[in-house]
């Protein structure tokens, strides 16, 4: 005789088999009722049933004997031999709950909604899908939150909600970004696009609510962050919630306190106003497409502050933010965004392993024979980097200093460099913000700094002075105060007083290497107002004319030589005077040896 014992302590609710019964192997023939929760019991082996021991509603103990049954030689049906119940679904077969989940998502999608892509595609931009899509890793994108709708529930019916604002406005989720290159762990990234299909873009009170979600995500597994802000601030048709300001909401400071910890890229197209723009402000990077107009309160917002009438494209657009610091990439359309925004995340993920180094030899001849003469110093940045590795960030603003990010031996890392070009080199107010900012940059994100070095000083003037010059290039000396990251400098020809103090991290022992190639030259001021100043009594007790002018050129060539980098090394002042084309060697062997450095959460200022 066999006997079937109770699985565990529960309430008898089934009995779908009889005395006498021929039951099978796998063979559902009872049904258990635990915590609100059905449990099947099936037979052991095939089996003639001789006696059910208890009824429906009876409670049994685990292990009870619930029936006896006898062996049974009689073969089970085919089916039943497969281990499949008589509620297996046919292969294929979707279920209903399955399918009205299935159904929910298709109305997320872009082909549900063709007349808001089409009006989209019209204007000459993507779709939030279509820039997700292009900036992720094929198949990689895990979407969050896709099935909210707009918190109006009470002034439009569920049909509308749902075939009019899919996701509520937002779409956000977690992809890898470069994951073929840098491996999934290293790759991992939040993303979060506004739907300027749905709503125009604004923020209701769900997609806050997802993107605090992705932000806290980001912030505690250290994921970058990639934004698409396009959009026109708050929204205030959300009535569903029993708020009066909304002021509460955790989004922006859930935004800024990502700053120092993880990368932020944020790309604006279109138009970009209010809560979408301070979001966008917060951002490590700001891409923007020349189209695109971004500003703290869009046309209705001026216009109700009694500001004038003003239409969208009036209202700060990229080409003047490009100008004052706004926007550090200017870009032609959102497909050139995405492949920067890759590019940009690409170098705080880690290093490369191939890579083609330029001709060293040709930096030998960057720097001009004649020392009055400009050139561009960033031709010596794409002698001494990987080919192609060079991103030049924020170029139409502070273009005293240029900055950006590059690789050498495939090692990442942030380089700025004086443009000789722009008042012969001289550091103003915006360069050194510029310059300032960026070492911030670097410092919370753990990557090593070069510095090419040709400036005569900190630019003077009394015009200068009056743009608070005094307070601007000091940034330059604190932000290089608080560097934990290598640090190398290299000058390239002009070296004077403080302005090459404070590119060299703020002197010239503060760098973890102080070299200079030949064409070097070095001194407290710039030699020309030194000879001016410092022998003016000489000067002027000769009579103007060639006497005067001759003996300023022989003082003048007096200084120069006494300043060239070769006697700045024979007093130690620098570290080493190099050959140019030794230049990328130098640098591979620091990087090399320089230690990975996590980030640490230290501030990077907005400007």
Same mark, same amino acid.
């Given at each position: *005789? ?6 565990? %302590?529960?309430?008898?609710? @089934? ?11 796998? !063979?559902?023939?009872?049904? +258990? ?24 509603? !009876? ?29 297996? $679904? ?42 997700? $899509? ?16 707009? /918190? ?37 990234? /939040? ?11 604004? %923020?209701?009170?769900?997609?806050? @609510? ?8 980001? +912030? ?16 205030? =048709? ?7 300001? =909304? ?17 932020? #890229? =944020? ?50 657009p990229a080409a003047d933010l490009h100008r004052n610091g706004v926007v550090d990439l200017l870009v032609d359309d959102e497909a050139q965004a ?15 392993? %191939?890579?083609?180094?330029? !001709?060293? @030899? ?46 050498i031996e495939g090692r990442p890392f942030g380089w700025m460099a004086n443009n000789p070009s722009h008042l012969g080199g001289a550091i103003d107010?915006? $360069? ?6 960026? *070492? ?8 090593? *700094?070069?510095?090419? #070095? ?21 940034? *330059? ?20 007083? +403080?302005? /090459?103090?404070?590119?060299?991290? =703020? ?25 001016? +100043? ?18 300023? !050129? ?15 090394? @024979? ?18 062997? $620091? ?17």
């Amino acid at each position: *005789m066999t006997v079937l014992r109770a699985p565990l %302590q529960a309430q008898v609710v @089934q009995w779908l088999v009889q005395p006498g019964s021929v039951v099978h192997e796998g !063979e559902v023939v009872l049904i +258990l009722e635990a915590m609100k929760m059905e449990h099947e019991v099936r037979a052991p082996a095939t089996l003639r049933v001789r006696e059910l021991l208890y009824t429906p509603g !009876e409670t049994v103990d685990e292990g009870q004997i619930l029936w006896t049954a006898e062996p049974e030689t009689a073969q089970p049906p085919a089916r039943l031999q497969t281990g499949q119940d008589d509620e297996a $679904a046919a292969p294929g077969t979707v279920r209903a709950d399955l399918q009205r989940v299935l159904d929910r998502h298709a109305l997320t999608r872009d082909e549900q909604r063709p007349e808001a892509v089409a009006r989209r595609h019209a204007l000459g931009l993507r779709t939030a899908r279509e820039n997700i $899509a292009d900036l992720c890793d094929p198949g990689s994108f895990d979407e969050y939150g896709a099935l909210a709708v707009a /918190a109006q529930s009470t002034r439009r019916s569920e049909d509308d909600l749902l075939r009019n604002t899919p996701a509520d406005g937002m779409v956000t989720g977690i992809a890898s970004i470069n994951g073929a290159v840098f491996g999934p762990e290293r790759s991992r990234a /939040a993303v979060m696009a506004y739907d300027a299909t749905v709503l125009a873009g604004t %923020q209701g009170w769900r997609n806050h @609510q997802k993107t605090d979600r992705m932000l806290g995500l980001a +912030l505690r597994n250290r994921w970058p962050v990639v934004l698409f802000a396009e959009g026109g601030g708050g929204r205030p =048709g959300d009535v569903d919630m029993p708020i009066v300001a =909304g002021l509460h909401v955790p989004t922006f400071a859930s935004f800024a306190r990502l700053n120092g910890h993880v990368p932020t #890229v =944020g790309i604006a197209a279109g138009r970009c106003f209010a809560g979408n723009a301070a979001l966008l402000g917060c951002c490590d990077l700001i891409i923007a497409t020349r189209d695109a107009n971004i500003g703290m309160g869009g046309p209705a917002m001026v216009e109700g502050g009694g500001m004038g009438r003003f239409a969208p494209e009036e209202i700060g657009p990229a080409a003047d933010l490009h100008r004052n610091g706004v926007v550090d990439l200017l870009v032609d359309d959102e497909a050139q965004a995405v492949a920067q925004a890759r590019q940009y995340l690409s170098y705080f993920q880690g290093p490369l392993s %191939q890579w083609d180094a330029p !001709e060293a @030899q040709a930096l030998r001849q960057v720097v001009p024979e004649n020392r009055l003469r400009a050139y561009d110093t960033r031709a010596a940045l794409h002698g001494i980097a990987d080919l192609g590795s060079v991103m030049e960030l924020r170029t139409g603003f502070g273009i005293g200093i240029h900055t950006g990010l590059a690789r050498i031996e495939g090692r990442p890392f942030g380089w700025m460099a004086n443009n000789p070009s722009h008042l012969g080199g001289a550091i103003d107010a915006d $360069a050194a913000d510029k310059a300032a900012r960026f *070492m911030q940059l670097c410092n919370a994100h753990g990557l090593p *700094m070069l510095s090419l #070095v040709d400036t005569p000083g900190f630019m003077v003037g009394p015009d200068i002075e009056r743009r608070a010059q005094v307070r601007h290039v000091s940034r *330059m000396f604190i932000a290089a105060a608080h560097l934990r990251v290598p640090f190398f400098s290299v000058v390239l020809r002009k070296g004077y007083g +403080l302005g /090459a103090m404070a590119m060299a991290a =703020g002197g010239f022992h503060s760098p973890d290497f102080m070299i200079a190639w030949p064409t070097g030259e070095f001194g407290g001021m710039g030699l020309e107002g030194a000879v001016k +100043l410092g022998y003016r009594k000489e000067l002027e007790a000769q009579p103007e004319g060639p006497a005067r002018e001759t003996l300023y !050129e022989q003082l003048l060539a007096k200084h120069y030589e006494s300043g060239q980098a070769l006697r700045m090394a @024979q007093t130690l002042e620098i570290d080493a005077v190099i050959d140019p084309a030794e230049t990328r060697g130098w640098l591979a062997r $620091a990087l090399a040896a320089a230690p990975l450095l996590p980030r640490d959460g230290r501030m990077v200022d907005s400007w």
